[in-house]
């Protein structure tokens, strides 16, 4: 089997074993769902070759996809949209992150009969392989118009995931969430349209390729001409801006980031492993894929508010984490925090930035869903979250205490464990920054306050290690077993995972700075020529 | 020919801890080890690692210099990632201090692991009944591996990740009765107060890699000293910082200081010294190893790894820490009851001694004190561990006394312990244990600092430029500013350093405000920086006083425990000596003795050679190799001439017998026990008032406690608050607002979902259209049965979503866009 055809399998794998989980009796829905995506899983697996061995990071952005897929979908007048899709550098690792947490949050699922809201089995494991489907092709997608598809193929499961099993304030969550993705995506949707006429514009016949937006000299040309207006401003930049808000409210970035603490302590367990692992990334992915590449002159315009946002979701994020009681929400806040060192590491522009960025996404992909579990394991146990309420559960339950340990010190970024490679490399990339653009004056001092927030992070990580896991053994929990098996089994993928990114984290640059290399070349490129025309 | 036996040798050494740890953390509570046999196993491996030292140390003093030097070229390195364009690189720095310290602190581990199986057998290793003794090795192990890892490593990334990974084992360790709420709360103020010290760490990270492009120790300071001597890289840079424009010297400055930072928390030094005497909260030989010996030193140690990277205002900013530090501590010192608490601020104020040494310039000195200063200090901490074991967790000094006869051992051992930290040693002669003479070696280079600084000290480099002007000069081409620092300090000599280095600011801020001119500019900076600024006279008095109050209070603590009457009987009835942990005491005791001087202090001469030796450094301090000959030439001889003896000799007979007079005093003071003391404190006015500050620790944690944990605490509670009522509330307005705007159903938002009646077509396709909010929300009661309808549904909509768009495109004003595009 080729790599185009497993790529084609792992996108619509989770499809046939929706279909399964349709037709089989509801009792083996779950057997069904954990099957499908360990196939997944192992399939994407298999694309592994092509990025090992270096061969898919030679020649420019956009030149060397692996496993690619490119046949015409749809044509209607000169409306020609392809099934498109393929992997580089920046979408491989984040296709082999989403079938490893699905796999995962599957798993976890197993004990679906024991949830508040147990009905409709069938329901749920379809939806989540539905799911699945979603965030993989968005992943792949190379076709704007496919990726937007995709994109909004996810937002329908979630929305049902989170608003059916999920907790108390369920359907406020959800229609929540739903919303503010949907006012997401319409902006993408404009963005979207507007570009695909554009392009029209500039070479004749439109396109909804996204590498052919960003390497495209005359598209490039035409998207960045500062001459180029739209409703009256800037075209690059108002596209950029409508982007960058679609994609933002996913990361999600402040103030558009209170759907993600609703959201996570309404949904089941698996759902916020998903959300957090998995979810969240899209957005960053669509800075990385579609709007720094396709509009660098509005990129560097703008970089300035966007670190910004970026260092204000890191400070923000980590002081409301210590105001929280709520264990899980506590967790969505430090998501929060640490997806703004993924913004700060984008907005920088710089090769040691998008590297930190990149991995980042990566390390907070297994530390969080991790996180999401631990949080998980107590709940099913104790039916609460409050902080305050807990203590002694390190000499309640010594294994699942050590691993909490593990996974929070992942998560609060000590050395050794993934959080702090991504961390450091944002951080110290940020500061380095004006080498690469002069322009940035503002970058070291953006580094010294985001670099505070190491300090906040340890903060509200050990005071909560303190009062949930320390402390005296309570009669409260003197019943709880430590984690069974399967718990085990769960957790001990992403706590390897945090330790070999941690300790190797060579192995996985090696899977993307190609392409981040290309990447940069490129916008630096369209922005260069941008800047001769003005010039001449 | 490359040999990498040593370099092998002192990874696996590395290792084999860590592996100790690996079965401890997964096997250690069960069968084969459980509860005697885990300790074995985590001794068996510091021991190895122990040897696998003693052998490269022993090695390595059989070499030439020439060889060494070309041992350290060769050394392997690995490449681990790449960070940017730069290649980070694993590898062992091989040269005399990473050897040296590798072995103090393998051997000084060695001991303390045996001790620690007698101290820890006892019902000590109860945590919430449970026993938790394989833990506690696992930790240790854990820490040895870390530990030796930051001795090792060849780059400053690694550096931190060990350094870092050092902090966490003090975290663990400190909080190792995790179900008492005192030793967790030690715990996590330890490493919060580090996490602020390496805020700073990182920023001075950034700045050495920004500017010289490696994360490589060695390389890093050759391109530093290489942009020194050219004027460029940090030296013609200049960054903003919140509006404060740092450039050039200053930036230098800067990174030497963020890098001190780092040094600051793991060395505690003020303001970050608070977590230190909370950390005692840990077992006995916890603090021994890490919080006495090795750990705290890590600080020291790293300011000795980038002293090449030290500026002299940086040095100068190091030295008053340090100054600052060992004078408090000291005082504090003086008043506490708690035998722990007593060491740990004598600690605090033996580190501040060892960074004062650093900052004026004493490498060699400060680092042979770390030396000294781990075994005697390591020692004294396993002797009040045996107290406290004896007497049944007794701290407090007061209700000690007596002791001698109970525990002999301890007792003389913890007196020669007493007498090193106190410097014994008789003036003019070789006689003397370790403190006497590392001790007053960093005081005869601060006495150079302070009332030497003479021309001779930039006789090779700054006399070029004759002028005597006290601000600078401009010549003829109106830009090159000159300043020779080393008039400045002649004509001010008044007392004060302040105008030199006034000078040295204002000559810099003129240098880099010539905007264009930095060729210029740079000539300037570079004149400057080869001088050092004259010490304040205070910088070498506070450290002399000092001198007499360590022998003081350690001969008070001594002689309240050990000496006297029992003043509790309870506590002296049970009080008795646990043979298992003599041989630790006796063998640090002779480590104490012998190494100090004989075997430490030319090592670390030795080490000097290969650390110290840049460019940049004979720049900025051209007289370290005179002050690392000084001790050799006055101390052992007495025959040196050039101007040294005379300062050295004269301070060895003002500091030399401090250690009789301070220790006396204190005989006499507490002779029959704390009453007299008490009664002086009482009877003399204003002694009682100072007793309480010094008590309560001069305030400090109190001070932090209430503005910076409360005030991050209130700041959280305040943003959690406006997260969850001003944004979330704001956005929630948007939604009702909205909803009144579009065709509406009148529904609340979050009902939406229960009793919506328009379907889910509609509701994706006006979602589409950006009315979503109006008329959305209308999903029919998704629960129970109907869930197959909305999977079929929600497949659907995608279809629906794109036959909307095509619609939409084709109908509006796009179409001419098309037509346009596809006539061209």
Known sequence: MDASSIL???????????????????????????????????LSLMLFPNFLNGSAFDGAYGENMQAVTQIDWISVASLKIQYYVGLDGLSFALIILTTLVMSLAAATSWNFETWKVNKGAKGYFALFLLLETGVLGTFASLDFFLFYIFWEVMLLPMYFLIGVWGGARKEYAAIKFFIYTLAGSVLMLVALLAMFFSSADATGTGTFNLLEYATNPAITANFNDPAHMFLGFNFGQVMFIFLFI????????????????????????????????????????????????????????????????????????????????????????????????VVLGIAVMTDIGYQGAMFQILAHGI??????????????????REINRFGGLWLQMPKYGSLATLGFFASLGLPGLCGFIGEIWVLLGTFNAQATHSEMTWAPAMAVVAAFGVVLTAAYILWMIQRVYLGERREEYAGFKDVTARETAILFPMAVLAIFMGILPGYTFQLMNGTIDAVLKAMHVSSDAIAMAIGG | MENHTFE?????????????????????ANAPFGKPRAAYLALGAIASSCLLATYVLISWYGLSLEQKAQLTQEAFRYHWADFGSISIDVGVKLDSLTIIMYFMVTFIASFIHLFSIGYMAGHSDEVGGECKFHRFFAYLGLFCFSMLGLVISSSLLFLFIFWELVGLCSYLLIGFYFDKKFASDAGMKAFITNRVGDFGFIIGLALVVMYTKTFDLDAAADAFAQQFNAGTGIFAASIDLFGWHVSGLTLATLMGVGLFCGAMGKSAQFPLHVWLPDAMAGPTPVSALIHAATMVAAGVYLVARVFRLLTPDAQFVIAVIGCITLTMTALIAIVQKDIKKILAYSTLSQLGYMVFGLGVGAWTAALFHLMTHAFFKAMLFLGSGQVIEGCHHEKNIMNMGGLRKKMPVTCWTFFIGVLAIAGFGIPGTHIGLG????????????????????????????DSHGDNDNHGDTDDHGSHVRADVGDNVQLASAGSNTTALLAVQSANAMASGEGGGHANGTQAKMDIAATLPQLPKWMFWLPIIIAYVTPFYMMRCWWLTFMGKP???????????????????????????????????PMISQASEVAANAPAVVAFDGKIHDYSEIPTHAMMTLTHGEGMVNPHTALAYIVGISWLIGMLFAAILYWNGPKLAGRIKDAVPGLAFLHKTLENRLYIDHVYDFILVEGVKTLGRLWGWFDTNVIDNFVDLVAYAAKGIGVTTGRQLDMGVEKGDIGLVD????????????????????QNGRIRTYVLLTAGAAGIALLFVLIWSMSSDATEVISAASAQ
């Open chain 1, 367 to 384: 530390s969080s869903p991790m996180c999401f579990f631990l949080v998980g394991v107590i709940y099913d146990r104790a039916h609460h």
């Open chain 1, 246 to 341: 679609g994609f933002m409210i996913k990361v999600p970035l402040f103030p558009f980031h209170t759907w993600l603490p609703l959201a996570h302590v309404e949904a089941p367990t698996p759902i916020s492993m998903i959300l957090a692992g998995v979810l969240l990334k899209l957005g960053a992915y669509g800075f990385l894929r579609v709007c720094y590449p396709i509009f660098p002159t509005a990129a560097m315009d703008l970089s300035f508010l966007i670190a910004t946002l970026g260092v204000v979701n890191i400070i923000y994020g980590a002081f409301c984490c210590l105001a929280q009681t709520d264990f899980k929400r506590l967790v969505a806040y430090s998501s929060i925090s640490h997806m703004g060192y």
């Open chain 2, 435 to 462: 403190g006497f003479f590392s001790k007053d070696e960093i005081l005869a280079v601060a006495y150079e600092r302070a009332f030497n600084m003479h021309a001779e000290a930039h006789g090779e480099s700054g």
């Open chain 2, 763 to 782: 509701n994706i396709a006006n979602a589409i259209a950006w009315i979503t909010y109006s008329t959305g929300s209308g999903l029919r009661r998704p």
């Open chain 2, 8 to 28: 092998i040798c002192l990874a696996l050494g590395v290792v084999i801890p860590l592996i100790s740890f690996t079965i401890l953390a997964f096997f250690g």
């Open chain 2, 567 to 601: 003043r509790d009987q309870h506590v002296y009835d049970h009080a008795h000596e646990s043979k298992l942990m003599y041989i630790p005491l006796v063998v640090l005791a002779v480590g104490t003795v012998y190494c100090s001087y004989w075997v430490f202090r």
């Open chain 1, 8 to 42: 084609n399998f792992v996108i619509f794998g989770p499809l046939i074993g929706m279909v399964l989980v349709l037709i089989a009796p509801s009792q083996y829905a779950k057997h069904i769902t954990v099957g499908t995506s360990l196939v997944v899983f192992f």
